[in-house]
């Protein structure tokens, strides 16, 4: 159960801690409460069932017993764990609602039909960038992420670390999480928002805080300049073709509409946690990203056989 | 204009001659003429009845092909833009289409029987219901039919329910459908609520209701309030997109949140309403088989009505994750927490009509006390929900999907299943048969719990909602081939249903008059009823007309066969709203086109907004207007000039 890696019964983050006891306390109530009312049920209709071949019109009407107080008793019974449950979700809610009033680090995250984009801020402009459906945060320290929708309402969800917050067109929500320890953790848009809505997902990479600086770091730096031919005319497809809509930072291709690709070799998957990173999935996607992902905003590019190898040699280069 | 005259109606035993007299006046003519015009409420609760069964085999289909996409993960049996638009337009059918038409149709053919009334309070009116619902339900289809079903889910978010990203018909025939559909809804809530206020029979106090009456009027009230909301949402979002109003479009200065509002201060009480009734039904049917009144009657009662008060006041549980204020969010936690308890009274009622009965095992009773349970499950993970931080987990998972279905199926499909297998003796004369229904309980029971038990794990393994396919994470495959075994399973139980309605009305046992030995009024009128229900209106004198004689409730005795003959004209007795005295003689309509005039005249009005067409629109119109005014003629016979008739009592 725990290896689920959408799973929310077990938490690696601040948040989802506060949350997970009161979710097991309301599971085995709500457990308990079955177990004991077809317990109750089967005994009441074993205790006095007529026999099967009578018809119901032959069987005599009596009042019986009165037996209000089944409900008396049972609604003072019932009354105590829902008090219980109220005044912890009252706690909670009060621990969990506010994001940290002293983060180490605010994002902006906006939700896009069908990917995330995420924008590290910095105090200087050189320091802000910017990636896709991969958030990097750094262990022990709370995290303040600004939600924005760039079309429809998404929501962002990692459950292992944080619960749901919608993301909505006209408002900036906030969510915040704060990891345990150094791994992996999925997160995944839960909320209906269209055809792709399916494979909206991304990844939170916890890192130690001195890995997160180094990646931080790493991240800030613009495109290195290619060195084989076959890279260069990568690069000139790139800055004519793909920076219609994408961003390499040290180019010309300078468009925002589609995931900023500076450092796309660095990240784990590509269409949105769809596909693992490899040449191959590169290559597919690029060339019929349509047959790959119905609907994604990404066209076809029916490149030629040269093209795409000097593309891929070209994205090689982004690490 | 005639004298007004205070008649004082006649009293008489009940006999032939006198019955025949009433069929002549009362019964509808046959052939096409009366398909058309009938306005009997027996008639049409059952074309109710049949319709929404029809959609729900429908709905049931498009579920089925949607859990063989999900049998296994990365499956690609449906293109995504299939996928969106079954599951959206599963939910619209099995929730405007089948789960509210039903509840109308059980309550369209047994209240007047219950309550000892001849007809509805207003039964042109509720032709119009049935023929609206009728004619929307065809229009959301036909959408659906040319491949612009809904594609937002029954819920249908902005923006992506807007023209930006939804450039098709498709958000169009549904929005239109909707505020069409809103107006049967409407109509007929108004006339549950004239019908139970002032059609029952003498004697008829508001405590002696049954608590079918109970549910039906509460839900009617409810949908009476709410149903303007999302009607008015529906439109406001047509004129978002057709006339570039900005209501919800937020770069124009609107809200998308304001959608949610809208829809979910009607969708939530919605919710009650298409349970209470249902509730309704287990409270009027189990007591039959366990030989006993039901325990607490009044406290079940009030409990209905508190439940839909609560229910106002719990719509921002659908939206805890959209960022609201703290504050806010633990009101509606609260009190989504809080309705729990007059749904428990509901429970222990139940189980204590059981402990102190005596149960007999027919398969009506099976599939109300399996209610029971069902109700349960899915009451508890409504609580757990209603824990806004816990909900944070939850929401938009498949535990949702879980618990909405132990909600809509345990608390909608089980209680109706039953009421057929109760009443379908009454409405057709013969039992349906209890072996094929003992199969039919089996199979629908058990394959409801393998799709849906396990679809909690589903849902707490973190499988998100309304995915047109799945990753291979541990776990999630078995369980959703669970899943769709189980609603395969199910499917073939309610096929059993069918099977056995289908095969009982020809060769099912016979049933008399009162087949179960049952307590209330439409038990004391012949199996299937006379077109005018009750040849003298009978006087009641307690809660259980015709279980007085052993319960020795207080001595004085109902009265079936004498009392008021009313049988100078279509004529039935108004009382008064909570004693239920005689009040006024009720003169009712003759059979009408005008309902169904003014249905294709609707019709042709909203398939001209559908395409922009303002000369349809127009035809559309003027027939409207026409249905109207024919409708609205005043009628000698009805003395829709004259004043009230005199009380009849004293």
């Not at chain 1, 790493?218 to 920076?243: F, H, I, N, Y």
């Not at chain 2, 349970?373 to 909900?391: E, K």
């Amino acid at each position: 159960m725990n290896t689920s890696p959408l799973g929310y019964l077990n938490a690696a983050g601040t948040y989802a801690h506060h949350i997970l006891p009161l979710t097991w306390y309301t599971l085995v109530v709500s457990i308990g409460v079955c177990v004991v009312i077809s317990v109750l049920l089967w005994m009441a209709i074993a205790r006095n069932r007529v026999a099967r071949d009578v018809e119901t019109r032959d069987v005599p009407v009596e009042r019986g017993g009165n037996g209000l107080r089944w409900i008396s008793v049972g609604l003072c019974i019932s009354a105590v764990p829902l008090g219980v449950a109220l005044v912890w979700t009252m706690f909670v809610l009060a621990a969990v609602a506010s994001p940290p009033k002293q983060p180490a680090l605010i994002l902006d995250v906006t939700a896009r039909q069908w990917w995330w984009d995420v924008r590290y801020n910095g105090d200087q402009p050189s320091d802000v960038f910017e990636t896709a459906n991969e958030i990097h945060i750094p262990v022990g320290q709370p995290v303040l992420i600004r939600l924005h929708a760039a079309d429809v309402i998404h929501s962002f969800w990692v459950p292992k670390l944080s619960g749901k917050t919608d993301v909505i067109p006209g408002q900036t929500n906030q969510s915040w999480m704060q990891a345990d320890a150094p791994g992996r953790f999925l997160g995944q848009c839960s909320e209906f928002c269209g055809y792709q809505h399916a494979h909206m997902q991304f990844e939170v990479v916890a890192q130690t805080p001195e890995d997160f600086a180094a990646w931080r770091a790493s991240q800030l730096q613009p495109a290195p300049d290619p060195v084989t031919a076959e890279a260069k005319r990568g690069l000139d497809l790139m800055e004519t073709r793909c920076g219609l809509c994408h961003e390499v930072r040290g180019t010309r291709a300078g468009a925002v509409s589609g995931p900023d690709l500076t450092h796309l070799m660095s990240r784990r998957t590509i269409a949105a946690g769809q596909f693992d990173n490899n040449t191959g999935n590169l290559a597919g996607w690029i060339e019929v990203s349509q047959a790959m992902k119905p609907g994604s905003l990404m066209p076809n590019q029916q490149l030629s056989g040269q093209q795409i190898s000097d593309e891929l040699a070209y994205l090689e280069t982004l690490q | 204009m005639r004298a007004p005259d205070y008649r004082t109606p006649e009293i008489g035993i009940d006999g032939a001659a006198h019955q025949g007299k009433l069929f002549r006046q009362w019964e509808t003519a046959p052939g096409l003429k009366g398909f058309f015009t009938t306005v009997d409420h027996k008639v049409i609760g059952l074309r109710y009845i049949v319709t929404a069964f029809i959609f729900l085999a429908l709905g049931g289909v498009e579920a089925l092909v949607m859990r063989m996409q999900l049998a296994g993960p990365n499956l690609a049996l449906l293109t995504p833009d299939e996928y969106n638009q079954l599951f959206s337009t599963h939910g619209m059918t099995m929730i405007f289409l089948y789960a509210s038409p039903i509840l109308s149709g059980f309550s369209n053919y047994l209240w007047p029987l219950l309550l000892g009334s001849r007809d509805m309070a207003f039964p042109r009116l509720n032709a119009l219901s049935y023929w609206i619902y009728l004619a929307s339900g065809l229009f959301l289809y036909a959408g659906f039919l040319t491949g612009n079903g809904p594609n937002d889910g029954w819920f249908n978010y902005v923006p992506n329910a807007s023209k930006a990203f939804n450039p098709g018909l498709n958000q169009d025939f549904y929005a239109l459908g909707m505020v069409f559909l809103g107006i049967s809804v409407t109509v007929g809530a108004a006339n549950f609520i004239v019908t139970a206020f002032r059609t029952r029979a003498p004697g008829m106090s508001i405590n002696r209701l049954p608590i079918l009456v109970w549910g039906t009027l509460t839900a009617s009230v409810a949908n009476l309030v709410v149903v303007p909301a999302v009607s008015l949402a529906f439109f406001m979002l047509w004129m978002d997109r057709q006339f570039g109003t900005h209501f919800f479009d937020a770069a124009g200065g609107g809200q998308a949140l304001l959608w949610q509002h809208l829809f979910w201060i009607f969708g939530h009480p919605w919710v009650y309403a298409i349970v209470l009734p249902a509730m309704g039904m287990v409270s009027d049917g189990l007591p039959v088989f366990c030989r006993r009144p039901l325990v607490g009657y009044s406290v079940v009662a009030l409990s209905t009505v508190a439940t839909m008060i609560l229910g106002f006041g719990v719509w921002v549980h659908h939206m805890f994750a959209t960022g609201l204020p703290g504050l806010g969010l633990a009101f509606f936690s609260g009190a989504s927490i809080a309705i729990t308890l007059p749904s428990a009274v509901a429970v222990f009622a139940w189980i204590a009509t059981i402990w102190h009965g005596r149960p007999v095992i027919t398969t009506a009773f099976l599939f109300f006390s399996s209610m029971i349970l069902l109700f349960v499950i899915g009451g508890v993970s409504g609580f757990m929900t209603a824990s806004v931080p816990v909900d944070w987990q939850l929401t938009d998972t498949y535990f949702v999907v879980a618990h909405l279905h132990y909600v809509l199926i345990g608390i909608n499909v089980f209680p109706v299943v039953g009421a057929m297998y109760f009443w379908f003796p009454k409405m057709s004369g013969r039992f349906l048969d209890e072996k094929l229904g003992r199969w039919n309980f089996w199979t629908m029971f058990l394959g409801f719990n393998l799709a849906f038990l396990p679809m909690h794990l589903t849902g707490l393994l973190g499988m998100p909602r309304r995915v047109y396919t799945y990753n291979d994470y541990p776990g999630w495959a078995t369980l959703n081939l669970l899943t769709s075994v189980g609603s395969f399973i199910f499917a073939l139980g309610v096929l059993l249903f069918f099977v056995n309605v289908v095969k009982s009305l020809r060769v099912g046992a016979k049933a008399g008059a009162n087949p179960w030995d049952a307590p209330t009024l439409e038990w004391s009128v012949p199996s299937p009823p006379p077109p005018y229900n009750f040849g003298v209106i009978p006087t009641v004198a307690s809660r259980h007309p015709l279980w007085e004689s052993r319960l020795e409730e207080n001595g004085v005795l109902s009265s079936m066969d004498r009392g008021m003959l009313l049988d100078s004209g279509k004529e039935t007795i108004a009382t008064t709203a909570l004693d239920a005295q005689p009040d006024m003689i009720l003169e009712m309509p003759e059979d009408s086109y005008a309902p169904v005039i003014l249905t294709a005249g609707m019709s042709v009005l909203f398939v001209g907004l559908l395409l922009k067409n303002w000369i349809t629109v127009a035809v559309g119109a003027v027939i409207v207007a026409g249905g109207i005014l024919a409708w609205l003629w005043p009628s000698r016979a009805l003395r829709e000039r004259e004043p009230a008739v005199e009380a009849a009592h004293g």
